[in-house]
C-alpha cells in the first residue's frame, strides 16, 4: 500500500499548477517536475538543477493523454512502440506540436515523450490534468537518484517529495527518435534495442551528429563527486592495485586475496539487478571516504547497453584514463 495518500496528490498537483517544482518517483528513477506549459516553471527547474538550457527534457504524460498536444504526429512505428512498452521505461523523439515550448525542446523541432508505469507518477499525473517536464531529481550531471533520500541529499528545499520507496528500474530510459522516419536509438535503457527490434519488425539505427539532441546524452553524465574508472576483468587488480588512495571496487568477481585495503562490492550477476543498485551503490561510495571508485567492465551484450552507457558517460567526466592514471 503506497504511503502518499490522495491529499499528497493533490497538494503536489497544486504546487504543479502554481509554477512549482515537484520530486516524484517513477519506475527509472526518480524526477524533478514542473509544469511543462509553464516557462517560469520551467525555468525554475532548469535553475535547480544547474542544467544547460540547450538540453531538452522529457515530458511524462497520463495514460491515455492526448499526444496531439504534444506530438505534430504519432508514426506507426511509434503507435506499435507505445502500445508495447507504455507505461513503462521507453521514451520516444516525435515532431513537436505547435504549442509545444522551446525550453522542453531545447530548441529543437522535436520533443521526447513517455508515459510512466509507476502507480504515484500516474496518479499526479492525473490530478494535474497535463504534461509533467521531469528531468532526474539531481543536480545536472551527478549521480541520478533512486529513493527519496537521494533527492534530499541533491536539493535542500523543494516544494514536495512524493516517496514512493525505490525505484524498480534504476537507470532512465531508453530514447528511441522516430521524428525522420527510422527509429534510432539516442540512449539504451532498460527495453533493448531487439526488444524495440522485435516489437517494430525492423532494425534501429545508431545515433549521429544529425540526430536530435536527447537527455543524458552529454558525453560526461551520470558521474558520482569522486572520479570513476572502468578496468576489464584482466587488469582490474592492476588498477586498484596502482591507486594512491582508497579505492572503492564495484566488480563481478570475488575481491582477489592480494588485494588489501580495497572497499569492494560484488556487483549481481543479472543486468536488471545491477541496474537497480548501481546508482545506490555510487552514492554509498561517495560517503566512503574512498578517493577513486573503479568499475568492472559490463559485459557487451544488449542487455547491459543500458549500464555500460551510464558507466562510459560517468567514466567520461572523471578524466581518469583507463588505468586509473
Not at 525550453?103 to 529543437?108: L, N, R
Not at 537527455?215 to 576489464?232: E, F
Not at 588485494?259 to 537497480?276: E, F, I, N, P, S
Request: proline content about 7%; overall charge neutral; some cysteine.
Amino acid at each position: 500500500m503506497s504511503l502518499v495518500s490522495d491529499s499528497d496528490i493533490a497538494g503536489a498537483a497544486a504546487i504543479l499548477r502554481a509554477g512549482g517544482l515537484v520530486a516524484f518517483p517513477t519506475e527509472t528513477v526518480y524526477g524533478l517536475g514542473a509544469d511543462a506549459s509553464n516557462p517560469a516553471a520551467l525555468a525554475r527547474l532548469f535553475a535547480a538543477k544547474g542544467r544547460p538550457l540547450a538540453h531538452p527534457v522529457i515530458v511524462h504524460l497520463r495514460v491515455g493523454e492526448e499526444l496531439s498536444l504534444w506530438a505534430r504526429d504519432l508514426p506507426p512505428a511509434g503507435q506499435r512502440l507505445a502500445e508495447r512498452f507504455w507505461p513503462g521505461p521507453l521514451t520516444l523523439v516525435l515532431r513537436r506540436a505547435s504549442g509545444v515550448l522551446d525550453a522542453v525542446t531545447g530548441g529543437q523541432d522535436t520533443v521526447g515523450l513517455r508515459t510512466p508505469a509507476h502507480p504515484i507518477a500516474q496518479r499526479l499525473l492525473l490530478a494535474f490534468g497535463g504534461g509533467i517536464a521531469a528531468p532526474s531529481a539531481n543536480r545536472f550531471g551527478h549521480v541520478s537518484p533512486t529513493t527519496s533520500q537521494h533527492v534530499r541529499e541533491e536539493f535542500r528545499s523543494l516544494d514536495v517529495i512524493l516517496d514512493g520507496g525505490p525505484c524498480e528500474v534504476g537507470i532512465e530510459s531508453t530514447i528511441v527518435d522516430l521524428s525522420t522516419g527510422a527509429p534510432v536509438l539516442l540512449r539504451p535503457g532498460r527495453i533493448s534495442v531487439p526488444e524495440i527490434e522485435a516489437a517494430l519488425g525492423q532494425t534501429v539505427f545508431s545515433a549521429t551528429s544529425a540526430s536530435p539532441r536527447a537527455s543524458g546524452t552529454l558525453a560526461a553524465h551520470y558521474a558520482p563527486k569522486i572520479p570513476l574508472v572502468l578496468a576489464d576483468s584482466s587488469n582490474l587488480e592492476s588498477v586498484v592495485s596502482a591507486a594512491a588512495g582508497p579505492v572503492a571496487v564495484l566488480a563481478r568477481q570475488r575481491q582477489p586475496l592480494d588485494v588489501r585495503g580495497a572497499l569492494w562490492q560484488v556487483a549481481a550477476a543479472d543486468a536488471r539487478t545491477y541496474a537497480h543498485d548501481l546508482y545506490a551503490v555510487l552514492r554509498a561510495f561517495e560517503r566512503s571516504g574512498c578517493t577513486l571508485i573503479v568499475v568492472e567492465t559490463p559485459p557487451a551484450v544488449a542487455e547491459w547497453d543500458g549500464v555500460r552507457d551510464r558507466l562510459t558517460r560517468a567514466a567520461a567526466g572523471s578524466g581518469i584514463g583507463p588505468d586509473g592514471s
